[in-house]
């Protein structure tokens, strides 16, 4: 049963241009959670999504920001016109219960 | 809202010497805790969790955790630092009234001696 996959690992766009992020979750599991780490930070919840639903979306920036979890094939965090400001880690989890399993994150930076 | 506070940013210890990573929460109800262990570069990976039952909680790679609900704390030990230990370790709470969401303490960013 592979884990949490997450690509790119490392992903270098100008600013302006348009990110996107691909999560797959492990087998089984309905549950995504998206998180950003900033340099130097924790982890921050960002949005929390079940097959073709946002459940919570309590931590996404409102402009520029958006996720989707479609009934087939991975869930994508969409970041548009990004800003250096973006440059982070960005993790996806997800669970079938009660307990979280990580991908190994991208690693996004805007230059 | 939960929150989660790590008072310690960095910690140095000595290989061999014993290790106690701080964690206290705010949350209303009782709380699900774990503690997660993230390399450089790296993903994070589960050390151990408390949902419910004995309060010292057992984990992978030789660590253990204690909840004590009148200190509102989570705090994670080892007895003996290996150069490996070397790491960023997260404390977080779930809410499980808001799907699985977690919120993440500040991290604690553990330097080995040799």
Redesign the interface.
Known sequence: NAGVMQNPRHLVRRRGQEARLRCSPMKGHS?V?W?RQLPE?????MV?LQKENI??ESGMPKERFSAEFPKEGPSILRIQQVVRGDSAAY?C?S?A?????????T?LTVV | AQSVTQPDIHITVSEGASLELRCNYSYGATPYLFWYVQSPGQGLQLLLKYFSGDTLVQGIKGFEAEFKRSQSSFNLRKPSVHWSDAAEYFCAVGDFNAGNMLTFGGGTRLMVKP
Not at chain 1, 41 to 45: A, I, S
Not at chain 1, 97 to 105: I, M, R, V, W
């Open positions: 549950h959670y998180y930070e924790g982890l921050k919840f929390y459940i919570d993790f989890a669970s219960e009660t307990e979280a399993f990580f991908g190994q994150g690693r």
